[in-house]
């Protein structure tokens, strides 16, 4: 608010000097290259008329008294150099504050591309992660599908095997029961073999055979 108000208050002193200076009797041309001296010395139109004006009635004051005149013209060098050693200062000041201005502009630019590289650099890992990242999952999924379809063949076989069991299994106990069923038969044509012999024996006792060997009728 303060900076405003002096910002304006700036404003109107400079519009009251042109006014001022406009209203002398000058021409067109000396009142721009009035205004342009001011300007490159860094004065206000008001302080560069002042000095003019000071200028001027040193002149007159050497024209009415002769005698002093080499005194007002050391007073004046004096001034000049005074002045002159002030600009130089206000120069000096100006082209350090530019070289301070150019310096931080450049380590500020520096600073502003380095950040962007780093931040470029970070979009780029950024990216290649992401895309790892992608690779990753998507292998994964892969490798989960592959697993599924091992296990379903593991199961698979596993009921192949089952089966196969079963029916070697039911095979071996029919095999069982087929041996089984043969020795039986076998055992009940021997004891056929006997009854029939026993009857001839019953219905002829003087022709009867010797006692039938088991071995033999067995061997045949």
């Known amino acids: 608010m303060e900076k405003t108000m002096e910002n304006a208050e700036n404003a109107k002193t400079k519009e009251k000097e042109k006014t001022i200076i406009k209203s002398t009797r000058a021409r067109p041309s000396a009142i721009s290259l009035f205004e342009k001296l001011a300007d490159d010395f860094n004065l206000t139109q008001v302080e560069l008329y002042d000095?003019?004006?000071?200028?001027?009635?040193?002149?007159?004051?050497?024209?009415?008294?002769?005698?002093?005149?080499?005194?007002?013209?050391?007073?004046?060098?004096?001034?000049?150099?005074?002045?002159?050693?002030?600009?130089?200062?206000?120069?000096?000041?100006?082209?350090?504050?530019?070289?301070?201005?150019?310096?931080?502009?450049?380590?500020?630019?520096?600073?502003?591309?380095?950040?962007?590289?780093?931040?470029?650099?970070?979009?780029e890992m950024k990216a290649q992660f992401e895309e790892m990242k992608n690779e990753m999952n998507s292998r994964i999924e892969e490798l989960e599908q592959e697993n599924k379809i091992l296990l379903g063949e593991k199961a698979r076989l596993e009921n192949d095997v089952k089966t196969l069991n079963a029916s070697i299994a039911d095979k071996e106990a029919l095999l069982q029961a087929m041996k089984n069923s043969a020795a039986?038969?076998?055992?009940?044509?021997?004891?056929?073999?006997?009854?029939?012999?026993?009857?001839?024996?019953?219905k002829n006792p003087d022709t009867a055979d010797p006692e039938p060997d088991p071995e033999k009728n067995k061997k045949e």
């Open 184 to 202: 039986a038969a076998d055992v009940a044509a021997s004891v056929e073999e006997l009854k029939k012999v026993i009857a001839s024996m019953a």
């Open 51 to 123: 000095i003019c004006v000071n200028a001027g009635q040193a002149v007159l004051l050497k024209s009415k008294i002769p005698g002093r005149g080499d005194e007002i013209d050391a007073l004046e060098n004096a001034l000049k150099q005074i002045r002159k050693i002030y600009l130089s200062s206000i120069e000096m000041a100006i082209l350090a504050k530019s070289n301070a201005e150019k310096d931080f502009k450049l380590e500020l630019d520096t600073k502003t591309r380095t950040i962007s590289d780093l931040q470029e650099k970070q979009d």
